[in-house]
């Protein structure tokens, strides 16, 4: 199994990311897939996750409506597209699987995932 994040690096604040993990070794299309994130010094947070349908996805509160996350079941690939970023936004993201029939409960811990890339590092800096 393999999860390769990749799309991160230095943006200022304002602009826009597109972070991409790409995905192998499972039936991607049975699976729930999240992004997570650790800031410099801080704990994980979990920012989205998509359900296998392409379609259902959910947001930490306080990123709806600057990130969107997406799948393409095809090319077993995850996105999470990054807008309007913030300096509060530097950090490792990682994305993250479990195996998912229907609608599953999200994991919020990265522990509670099956598996897990080496995460893209995104720093938001002027």
């Known amino acids: 199994v393999q999860l390769v994040e990749s799309g991160g690096g230095l943006v200022q604040p304002g602009k826009s990311l597109r972070l991409s993990c790409a995905a192998s070794?499972?039936?991607?299309?049975?699976?729930?897939m999240s992004w997570v994130r650790q800031a410099p010094g801080k704990g994980l947070e979990w920012v989205s996750a998509?359900?296998?349908?392409?379609?259902?996805?959910y947001y930490a509160d306080s990123l709806k409506g600057r990130f969107t996350i997406s799948r393409d079941n095809a090319k077993n690939t995850v996105y999470l597209q990054m807008n309007s970023l913030k300096s509060e936004d530097t950090a490792l993201y990682y994305c993250?699987?479990?195996?998912?029939?229907?609608?599953?409960?999200?994991?919020?811990?990265?522990?509670?995932?099956?598996?897990w890339g080496q995460g893209t590092q995104v720093t938001v800096s002027s």
């Open positions: 993250a699987t479990v195996y998912c029939s229907g609608f599953c409960r999200i994991p919020y811990q990265l522990h509670e995932y099956t598996y």
């Open positions: 070794g499972f039936t991607f299309s049975s699976y729930l």
């Open positions: 998509i359900y296998s349908d392409e379609r259902t996805a």
